[in-house]
């Protein structure tokens, strides 16, 4: 029973430890510079499973989602995050989520990459989803 339980948790830690973490991200004007500085911020921190973000018009909207272990944390991790992104991009409005609705949205986003004025009301919409209390 006792080498059950050790084989179970090894395999527990393995499939826990075997996903990649994913950044998403859609810049309208394409400015790689941006994205890779801001993917530079997500993958300083381990404690990331996936990260989603749109560039619009001097805006940066992100989205995170937190590694498995790390949920208790959830709320210091976005803090220490936001603070960051909003270091790296003082020119920008930044707006930071962990909000899983969020992400979906904003992933939806990125994979259609709409036109400028369909861009500006969806992130309207966005953040109004954002102020929702579920």
């Not at 991200?25 to 993958?43: A, G, I, S």
């Not at 560039?55 to 992100?62: A, G, I, P, R």
């Not at 936001?82 to 899983?100: G, M, Q, R, T, Y």
């Amino acid at each position: 029973m006792k080498k059950l339980w050790i084989i179970s948790l090894i395999l527990f830690g393995l499939t826990g430890c075997s996903e990649e973490f994913k950044v998403s991200t859609y810049h309208v004007d394409d400015d790689q510079q941006e994205v890779e500085k801001l993917e530079e911020v997500f993958t300083d921190n381990k404690n990331l499973s996936e990260a989603a973000a749109v560039f619009f018009d001097h805006q940066l909207v992100v989205s995170l989602q937190v590694e498995q272990m790390s949920k208790f944390k959830k709320e210091k991790i976005k803090k220490s995050i936001e603070k960051e992104v909003k270091s790296s991009f003082p020119d920008h409005d930044v707006f930071v989520s962990s909000d899983l609705k969020i992400t979906w949205e904003l992933k939806k986003i990125i994979e259609e990459q709409p036109t400028m004025d369909e861009l500006k009301k969806d992130l309207d919409k966005l953040q109004a989803l954002a102020k929702e209390q579920t």
